[in-house]
């Protein structure tokens, strides 16, 4: 009987152990819950304490902008140049964001760079590159445009604020081309326009003639005050090269008329060929005998 009878699982003893497994879990998981939730509120109120601090110090009053320096400025106005930078005295020198001032100078069309350095705890220090015009383009009746040193165009010519460049010369004949997603000048005749820009000892230039068949003419001061010149410009005609040395001749052909035709005087003066030059006079005659000039 004995040897026949089953051996049976204790099943109160597996229920057991499953029901302690069960509670081991739920106080691992509880134990991780409580663990997360502090954490999120430690990193929330070290959040918070940052956030205080931040406000602290960007509102106190020992920040406060007491000095802004400015340096680099010849055409602008210092009040122009804070105003662009929109800063003022009184202002946290710790919530200036220095970039975001940077860019609001370098949108102005007369900075060409800027930077823009703070000193704690009261000072900030802008230095401005600006562009320089040489001359003034003009594209058509109503619109002319100041050109940089690299003759190109950085802003619309504005008579009633550009007061400084009122006295530059103006270019025409010029087009305006799409360079790299802006407009531009380039070419034969624009390279030229800068050559005669650059020339030493060329004087107050009023007006630059570009044309592709005869190429560069001037209405110059240079000359003014010479007894066969007057005080009105007189009129060079350049050709395309060989700038400098037609205008060295033209000194000697003024040298000329001084000594020899004092009673004449000169309206322009032809060096489309150096090697012939042809003058003509105030009252439109042309010179007797052209002037041979110099190699």
């Not at 820009?197 to 190429?215: C, H, M, N, P, W």
């Not at 001061?221 to 350049?238: E, Y």
């Amino acid at each position: 009987m004995k040897a026949n009878k089953k051996i049976r699982k204790n099943r109160h003893r597996a229920t057991e152990g499953k029901n302690s497994l069960l509670e081991f879990d739920f106080m691992h998981s509880l134990d991780l819950g409580l663990k997360f939730i502090l954490v999120v509120v430690t990193v929330s109120l070290f959040s918070l304490g940052l956030i205080f601090a931040h406000d602290l110090v960007t509102q106190s009053s020992y920040f406060g902008l007491k000095k802004i320096n400015v340096s680099g400025i010849n055409t602008l106005a210092r009040a122009e140049v804070l105003s662009q930078a929109e800063i003022a005295e009184g202002d946290n020198v710790l919530a200036i964001n220095l970039n975001t001032v940077r860019l609001r100078l370098i949108a102005h069309p007369w900075i060409r760079d800027a930077a823009v350095t703070r000193q704690i705890p009261s000072t900030l220090s802008i230095t401005v590159i600006e562009e320089k015009a040489v001359a003034k383009a003009v594209v058509d009746s109503d619109l002319q445009i100041l050109l940089d040193t690299q003759g190109q165009p950085f802003k619309r010519y504005d008579p009633g604020l550009d007061t400084r460049a009122a006295s530059l010369p103006q270019i025409f004949g010029l087009h305006l081309e799409s360079m790299e997603q802006k407009c531009g000048f380039s070419g034969k005749l624009h390279d030229s326009v800068m050559d005669v820009l650059a020339l030493k000892g060329i004087g107050r230039i009023d007006k630059i003639t570009a044309d592709r068949d005869v190429g560069i003419k001037i209405a110059t001061r240079i000359f003014n005050g010479r007894d066969s010149v007057g005080n009105t410009p007189i009129t060079l005609k350049l050709g395309f090269d060989g700038f400098q040395a037609k205008l060295n001749n033209a000194e000697h052909i003024i040298d000329y008329m001084e000594t020899s035709v004092p009673q004449k005087r000169l309206c322009s003066i032809d060096m489309f060929n150096i090697r012939s030059v042809t003058v003509t006079l105030e009252d439109k005659d042309i010179m007797p005998g052209t002037i041979k000039g110099g190699a």
